[in-house]
């Protein structure tokens, strides 16, 4: 099952994204058809290089983030994996370090989120943290889209200090979008509110049922940011964050970001940097990329550090010299590799001469019906020789997201400090939607299925968050990978 979806990530990272506002012109990013086995309904519009037909084993899913084709249909009919409306919610330990918040997730290491307070009456909400996202978006409590009467909403009964900006908003996900209004109001997260633009749908698309959370934070290297915001308001000293992905398997979810400066308790030794090559995203040079200590010989690439991805994402070419060093393993589509469930092959990413080692908790699947393990690195351009790192590699490393100096950093991961294994929830819709069904929903079993991810990079754009428009010719801005 988890080969089955493992493209749906695929398609959510690189997506055409149309911001449409009133009174201003449509943005407008190139979409290039590929090449793609017709029923996987070929979800590519961002230079993606397809170097072998899809497998028929192998079916695209439709995500909140797959691009659409050009010439398909929005009224097609897709395969979309059905989740109960209740959510898993595995909570975060309860952080102390300043100005920091825990980073909860769904019990899948599939997507991770933080509780943000909304509006005057600091209603609770979750938001996926995205650095490969500029948009800030929640679901709004006019929305009677079917994922909206699942989630939580936000409105103006919600806030004293609600201001409905009167202009529109339409981000196109290929066959998911969100629609809505404009408003301006206070977010709050990790002890930091700041009143800012930020979009309430009033439509999404049905793939937004399969995930937890209630909307997306930003965090890209944009200058419109709920971060950017901010630092103009002179509440932190750096514009920098730290962050460190908890693994379920650990037993314990001490997961936290924390802003203006970096936790010592989260890392031990020294963080290594690499600076940014992009105007507009959280991208990097990678030197290398090795298996057991063996160089792949993949070099001159860039390397996308998105923590909305679940997995990792390469070239064709990379990747089948990559899996090339690991006894045992196989492929039928030049995409996706099952590897022996066994393998002792350590697969580490280097960047400014330092490397970074992927567990094989990571690096491996569990297990399908079959007995077949899955590698979670995949061979799919989506950048003209880039690399999109996500979840599967953070969960290794303790990051930095440094804007004032453009940079990354990586530094080893500190023990958790405990071993308790951390609450999980089962969590129902609290939102204002007048809508029934949502209350008859929230008794439902918390959806369990773990057999896909995130993957997305947005191009966004909103009247009040306008986007900053690259010159150095990469495209502005991420999309974000959700899981199913």
């Not at 898993?88 to 989120?113: L, R």
């Not at 819709?429 to 959806?447: E, L, Q």
């Not at 754009?461 to 306008?466: A, V």
Request: aromatic share 10%; proline share 5%; charged share 15%.
């Amino acid at each position: 099952m988890h080969r089955v979806f493992i493209f749906l990530q695929l398609s959510l990272w690189i997506t055409s994204i149309y911001a449409l506002v009133l009174g201003a012109p449509e943005i407008q990013r190139e979409i290039r058809s590929q090449d793609v086995d017709e029923s996987a309904k070929g979800f590519i519009t961002f230079k993606l290089v397809k170097k072998a037909t899809t497998s028929e084993k192998t079916r695209i899913l439709v995500t909140p983030r797959a691009p659409r084709s050009a010439g398909q249909s929005t009224g097609e009919t897709f395969a979309v994996v059905g989740r109960a409306p209740g959510y898993t919610i595995v909570k975060a330990n309860a952080p102390t370090f300043k100005n920091s918040a825990g980073i909860d997730q769904d019990g899948t290491d599939y997507s991770y989120f933080a509780e943000v307070k909304l509006g005057s009456e600091g209603k609770q909400l979750y938001m996926l943290l995205d650095t490969g996202a500029s948009t800030t978006w929640v679901m709004g409590s006019t929305c009677t889209s079917k994922s909206c009467l699942m989630h939580n909403t936000f409105g103006p009964a919600d806030s004293k200090t609600f201001n409905d900006t009167g202009k529109t908003y339409s981000v196109e996900y290929g066959t998911g979008s969100v629609r809505g209004h404009v408003v301006q109001d206070s977010l709050s997260l990790a002890g930091l509110s700041v009143t800012l633009p930020f979009g309430v749908a009033n439509t999404t698309s049905d793939q937004f049922t399969q995930f937890p959370f209630d909307g997306i934070l930003g965090l890209a290297t944009s200058s419109d940011t709920w971060l950017t915001a901010v630092k103009n308001a002179n509440l932190i000293d750096s514009n920098l964050f730290g962050i460190s992905l908890a693994r379920n398997s650990d037993g314990t979810n001490d997961g936290e970001i924390v802003f203006g400066a970096l936790n010592p308790a989260k890392y031990t030794g020294d963080i290594t940097y690499s600076s940014v090559v992009s105007n507009s995203a959280w991208t990097i040079p990678m030197d290398d990329i090795t298996v057991s200590g063996k160089s792949a010989g993949i070099t001159g690439r860039s390397a996308y550090i998105d923590t909305g991805t679940s997995f990792v994402f390469g070239p064709p070419d990379d990747v089948a010299a990559l899996y090339k060093l690991i006894p045992g393993s196989s492929t039928n589509d030049g995409s996706s590799y099952t590897v022996p469930c066994d393998t002792n092959s350590q697969v580490a990413f280097t960047f400014s001469k330092q490397s970074w080692n992927v567990s094989s908790k990571d690096f491996i699947s569990a297990p399908n019906g079959d007995g077949t393990c899955t590698g979670n690195i995949y061979g799919m351009e989506y950048v003209p020789g880039g690399w999109l790192l996500g979840d599967v590699f953070l969960k290794n490393v303790y990051s930095v997201f440094d804007v004032d100096n453009g940079r990354i950093g990586f530094a080893a991961k500190a023990a958790p400090a405990t071993t308790t294994p951390s609450t999980t929830t089962t969590t129902a819709p609290t939102g204002t939607s007048s809508a029934t069904s949502a209350n008859s929903a929230s008794t439902s079993d918390a959806p369990t299925d773990t057999s896909g991810g995130l993957n997305g990079h947005e191009t966004p754009s909103m009247t009040g968050m306008p986007v900053e428009e690259p010159t150095d010719g990469s495209k502005p801005g991420y999309a974000t990978p959700l899981r199913q």
